[in-house]
């Protein structure tokens, strides 16, 4: 039998960001709105005759066993095991998954959470397991803050460290995103002394109007590349940080507008990555699973 499943990895952008508080496990408080673009990975699951699990290619740096997709596969086998499905991994078919890295990493578009998602939501498919989204969420959420929304499939209000989340009635502008060419390490912003941590609680409503995120004084601090891409992007409309970085976008009412600043970028900042997509309310994973 070979059962080959091919879902896409969405990319999110932080629409804003506040930190409102810490918890005594050195995890932020955040208030943050999710939004998905069309534009991401690639993961194609392929069932193995044997009960291995390989992925290819290898990302550079990043040891087979650490990736988030391979944490992902493990934890998914052992929630399995552990509730009664089978009695052992080795009863669960093998995989090969093949990625197609589009996203960067410490890009701040959570690309190695929503590959995590991605392969929970792919595996329970194909090993038949039939576990429900809160499940997938709550093993999504021991490998990472993000993961659970991308599990939920649908732009949200979260709360919490971003496991608390609630449908948000986001529009669905074109953006125009910019990689400005470094990798931020997500702990060294979330440790910085100068880290804002106690922004006012606010609504969900109040953060549908807009609002900042409040990584980006620390961001701009410690990675000037990203400061240069803000300012570089803010004469266009309003630009924001995603996540911790190192991405950072702007909203556009149509793709013709979205172009031309590509068209610009690519004559005035030839070295930045860039790349223009849509925002979505319904994540492109759930729109192909639906
Ligand atoms: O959960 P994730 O692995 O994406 O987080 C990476 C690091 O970012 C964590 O180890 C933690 O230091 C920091 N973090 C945080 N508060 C959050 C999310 C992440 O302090 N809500």
Not at 74 to 81: D, G, N, P, Y
Not at 223 to 236: C, E, G, K
């Amino acid at each position: 039998m070979t059962a080959t499943l091919s879902l896409p990895a969405p990319a999110k952008l932080n629409r804003m960001l506040h930190i409102t508080g810490q918890r005594a496990d050195g995890y932020h408080e955040l208030q943050t709105l999710f939004q998905f673009l069309d534009h991401g990975d690639r993961l194609d699951f392929t069932l193995r005759d044997d009960a291995a699990i390989h992925l290819a290619p290898a990302i550079e740096g990043v040891p087979a066993e650490s990736n988030l997709i391979m944490r992902a596969a493990r934890l998914l086998s052992e929630a399995a095991v552990a509730r009664g499905q089978v009695a052992s991994s080795n009863d669960l078919p093998g995989v090969d998954i093949r990625l197609k890295k589009v996203l960067p990493m410490g890009g701040g578009l959570g690309g190695g959470s929503s590959d995590a998602a991605t392969t929970l939501l792919a595996l329970d498919h194909l090993w038949k397991l039939e576990l429900d989204l809160d499940t997938l969420a709550e093993l999504g959420l021991a490998l990472g803050a993000d993961v659970p929304v991308f599990v939920r499939g649908f732009s949200a209000w979260a709360e919490g460290i971003g496991e608390r989340l609630e449908p948000a009635p986001l529009d669905t502008p074109w953006f125009v995103v910019i990689h400005p060419g470094i990798e931020v390490a997500t702990p060294a912003v979330f440790g910085h002394p100068q880290l804002t941590r106690s922004s006012p609680a606010i609504s969900m409503a109040r953060a549908l109007q807009g609002g900042r995120n409040d990584c980006e004084v620390v961001v701009r601090t410690l990675y000037p590349a990203v400061a240069d891409a803000l300012d570089w992007l803010d004469q266009f409309g309003t630009a924001r940080l995603t996540g911790t970085g190192a991405c950072v976008f702007c909203a556009f009412d149509d793709a013709r507008q979205a172009s031309k600043v590509l068209g610009r970028l690519d004559s005035e900042r030839p070295t930045w990555h860039a790349f223009m997509a849509r925002g979505c309310n319904l994540s492109p994973l759930h729109a192909a699973l639906a």
